[in-house]
């Protein structure tokens, strides 16, 4: 009975140890997975933060100093802004100052947008996001402007994204530096 007893322990201690030895194998491929994981995932938190503050920073200038602002704005290309023509209204016209801001995998094109029917939002700064899947609305005057385009969802962004609000700001810097009545 006690070579019966003696084979029954080192069983139990061999299942112990090839436990114990498992779960020391798998804490270190967690911990190791999230050293390597985890510094990517803060370095893409401090990107974000870091473009939203310059977003907000670039905004603050527009309105501070629309001239400095405006000499960094990257004026649109005619053609997107022809493509975008089609979506507005019947005698809609975006104004010649048309400033594009790159966002990732999107470009967000502003401008105001006048002429008959616009109705009562204007157009005093619409932006709208274009990507592979065409154009999106994504400020409340680009999609008042321009209803049967889809809304920024289509690109997940908003018009507080970091490019929406440059590219807003590049309007309002345009629109300081002509003054009243310019623009």
Request: aromatic content about 4%; overall charge negative; glycine content about 14%.
């Amino acid at each position: 009975m006690s070579g019966s007893g003696s084979l029954v322990l080192r069983t139990v201690a061999w299942c112990v140890g090839v436990v114990l030895v498992g779960a020391a194998v798998l804490t270190a491929v967690v911990v190791g997975a999230g050293m390597l994981v985890g510094p990517a995932q803060a370095e893409a938190g401090k990107e974000i933060d870091g473009a939203v503050t310059a977003a907000q920073d670039f905004a603050r200038l527009a309105a501070t100093d629309p001239a400095a602002a405006l000499a960094s704005c990257t004026p649109a290309r005619d053609t997107d802004a022809d493509a975008l023509a089609g979506a507005l209204p019947d005698g809609a016209r975006m104004a010649a100052q048309r400033y594009a801001v790159p966002g990732g995998d999107v470009e967000f094109l502003a401008a105001r947008v006048s002429g008959a029917d616009v109705g009562e939002t204007g157009g005093d700064r619409a932006v709208w996001a274009y990507g592979r899947q065409g154009f999106a609305a994504v400020t409340d005057d680009a999609c008042a402007l321009s209803p049967d385009l889809p809304g920024p969802q289509l690109y997940g962004t908003t018009a507080e994204s970091p490019g929406a609000v440059r590219a807003a700001s590049c309007v309002d810097a345009a629109v300081r530096v002509a003054g009243p009545g310019g623009g």
